[in-house]
C-alpha cells in the first residue's frame, strides 16, 4: 500500500506540478493583460491602429513612429476628421463590409460629412480651429465642396487633339493654369504641348520602328475672376477656348489651397470623357517637358512583361519621402500644428507627375473617402498610401532643377524627361534647342537610366 502511495506521489509531481505552474502563469498573464488595457482611466481601447503595411513589390512600408496610438487629443484637426472615416473602411475593425465592396457616392459624402459633425463636438476644437492661420481657417470652411461646375469645356472629347487619331492617344498633358498666365499657355502650345502626332527619341526623329504616339493637351483652371478686375478676362479665356479647344475651367476660386479640388475635378471629368487615352501626364505651366523622351518612356513601360497587371498602379515622378509639414508662418506651403499632425506619405512632386489612366480612375473612388487637404501632391500620396500604392521616383523629373553646372553640357535637355522652372522665353529656346541637338544627342541615355529600377 505504502509503495503504492510513493508511486502515486511521484505521478502527481511530475504531472500536475508543471500543469498548476502553467494555469498560475495563465492567470497571471490574464490579470496583467486585463489590468492593462482597462487600466486606463476605464476606458475603452482606441480606434486607431497603425500597423506596417506592405507594398504590391513585397517591401515593407515606412515604419511609422507608434506602433499603437493612445490619446486622439494630440492630433491635427485633419487627422481627427480623416479617421473616422479610416476607421469606417477598415479592414480588421469592420472586415464584412469592407469586402462587401459596398458603399456609393451618397454614401461616401454622408460619411465625410458625419465626420464634420462628429469632431465639430469633441472638446477643444473650436479652440483648435480659432488658433490655425487664417488660409487654413478659409480651407476648412469650405473644405466639404468639390462639386463646383465648370464655365468652359473642351469641345473636343479630350482635350486638343489630332482630328483624325488613327490610335488611342497615349498621353493627355493636363496643365494646372491660371487666367493670367497666358504666356505661359502660349509657350507650350508651340512647344513641348504640341497636340497631335508626336515622334518619340529617335534618330532625326523619324520614328522609325513604330515610334510616335498621339498626344492630347487641356489646360486647367479656375475661376481667376475678381470683383475690382470685371468680366473683361473670361471673355479673352472664352476666346482662346474657341480658338484651341483645351480650355478647362470651374467656378472656384483659383488659389493655391484650392488646387487640390482641381486634381479631384479633373479625375472626374477625365474618367468621362477620355477612356481611351492610356496615360496622364498632370503639371504646372512652369516647366519644361521632354515630350518626345517621354513618349518613348511610356511606350518602354508598355512593353515590359507583366504590363498589364502592373499598368494599375502607373505613377512616376520626383518622390518625397517622409516630408515634413512646412511650419514656417509666412510659406505658401504652411501647415499650422492645430490641422495636420505627422509625416506626409511618400508622394510625387505636383510640378510634374506621369501616372496611368487606371490609376486616375481608382483615385477618384479612393478620393470620395479621403477629405481634402490644402497642398495638393500631399493629398495624391494619401491617396495612393489608401490604395496600396507607391509612386516611383524617376531621376529624369527635375523639379528642384538641375545640379550646379549640368545643364551647359549639349545634351543635358535630352536626359530628363521634365525640369522646374523655366519662364515662357526660356521654353521656347529650350524647344528650339532640343530640336537643334537631336542628331548628336538622339541616343543618350535618360539620367540615372543605368541605376537598377525598383
Ligand atoms: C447608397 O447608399 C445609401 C446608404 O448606404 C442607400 O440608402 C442608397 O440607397 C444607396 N444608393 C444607391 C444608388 O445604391
Ligand atoms: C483683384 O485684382 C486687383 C487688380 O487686378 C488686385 O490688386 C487685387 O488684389 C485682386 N483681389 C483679389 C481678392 O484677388
Ligand atoms: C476655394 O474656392 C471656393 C469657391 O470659389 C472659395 O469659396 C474658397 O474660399 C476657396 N478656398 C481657398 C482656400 O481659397
Ligand atoms: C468610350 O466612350 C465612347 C463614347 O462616350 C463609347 O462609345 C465607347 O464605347 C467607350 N469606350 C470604352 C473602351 O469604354
Ligand atoms: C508667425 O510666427 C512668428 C514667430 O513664430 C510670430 O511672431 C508671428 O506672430 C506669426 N504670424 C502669424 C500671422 O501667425
Not at 10 to 17: D, G, Q
Not at 160 to 185: H, V, W
Request: hydrophobic share 40%; charged share 20%; proline share 5%.
Amino acid at each position: 500500500m505504502a509503495r503504492f502511495f510513493c508511486r502515486w506521489r511521484t505521478v502527481l509531481i511530475c504531472v500536475c506540478t508543471p500543469c498548476i505552474a502553467f494555469v498560475l502563469l495563465l492567470a497571471y498573464v490574464t490579470l496583467i493583460l486585463c489590468l492593462a488595457i482597462h487600466g486606463r482611466e476605464g476606458s475603452p481601447l482606441p480606434l486607431h491602429f497603425v500597423a506596417q503595411g506592405t507594398f504590391s513589390n513585397g517591401n515593407f512600408a515606412p515604419l511609422p513612429k507608434t506602433f499603437w496610438q493612445l490619446g486622439q487629443h494630440v492630433d491635427g484637426l485633419w487627422n481627427r476628421l480623416q479617421r473616422t472615416v479610416d476607421h469606417h473602411f477598415n479592414p480588421i475593425l469592420r472586415p464584412d463590409y469592407v469586402r462587401a465592396g459596398s458603399g456609393n457616392d451618397t454614401s461616401y459624402e454622408s460619411l465625410l460629412e458625419r465626420g464634420f459633425s462628429e469632431v465639430v463636438g469633441l472638446d477643444g476644437v473650436k479652440e483648435s480651429f480659432d488658433g490655425l492661420s487664417r488660409q487654413t481657417q478659409e480651407f476648412l470652411s469650405h473644405m466639404h465642396r468639390r462639386d463646383y461646375p465648370a464655365l468652359i469645356q473642351p469641345d473636343g472629347v479630350c482635350g486638343a487633339g489630332a482630328k483624325d487619331e488613327r490610335k488611342a492617344p497615349l498621353l493627355l498633358l493636363a496643365i494646372k493654369s491660371m487666367e493670367l498666365n497666358f504666356r505661359n499657355r502660349q509657350a507650350i502650345r508651340r512647344t513641348w504641348g504640341q497636340a497631335g502626332r508626336v515622334a518619340g527619341q529617335w534618330r532625326n526623329g523619324k520614328g522609325g520602328g513604330g515610334g510616335g504616339a498621339y498626344v492630347r493637351r487641356v489646360f486647367l483652371l479656375g475661376n481667376g475672376r475678381n470683383e475690382s478686375a470685371g468680366g473683361s478676362l473670361s471673355e479673352l479665356l472664352q476666346t482662346e477656348s474657341d480658338r484651341y479647344g483645351d480650355i478647362l475651367q470651374w467656378d472656384f476660386r483659383d488659389t493655391f489651397f484650392n488646387l487640390t479640388v482641381k486634381d479631384v475635378l479633373f479625375w472626374g471629368w477625365f474618367s468621362r470623357s477620355c477612356n481611351r487615352t492610356l496615360f496622364v501626364f498632370k503639371g504646372d505651366d512652369d516647366v519644361f517637358v521632354n515630350t518626345p523622351r517621354m513618349v518613348t518612356y511610356l511606350q518602354e513601360q508598355l512593353k515590359k512583361p507583366r504590363a498589364r497587371e502592373t499598368i494599375g498602379d502607373f505613377m512616376v515622378g520626383d518622390v518625397i519621402a517622409e516630408g515634413l509639414p512646412n511650419r514656417v508662418n509666412k510659406s505658401k506651403y504652411f501647415i499650422p500644428d492645430g490641422f495636420y499632425k505627422g509625416l506626409y506619405p511618400a508622394y510625387a512632386g505636383g510640378g510634374g507627375v506621369v501616372y496611368s489612366s487606371r490609376l486616375t480612375r481608382r483615385l477618384l473612388h479612393v478620393s470620395k473617402r479621403v477629405h481634402l487637404f490644402p497642398i495638393d501632391d500631399v493629398y495624391v500620396g494619401m491617396c495612393m498610401v489608401r490604395l496600396n500604392a507607391q509612386p516611383v521616383h524617376h531621376p529624369a523629373f527635375l523639379t528642384f532643377d538641375f545640379p550646379k553646372k549640368e545643364e551647359e553640357q549639349l545634351c543635358a535637355y535630352h536626359t530628363i524627361l521634365l525640369v522646374h522652372k523655366r519662364s515662357p522665353a526660356q521654353v521656347v529656346d529650350l524647344w528650339d534647342d532640343l530640336k537643334m541637338t537631336r542628331a548628336q544627342c538622339w541616343d543618350v541615355p535618360l539620367r540615372g537610366a543605368n541605376k537598377p529600377e525598383l
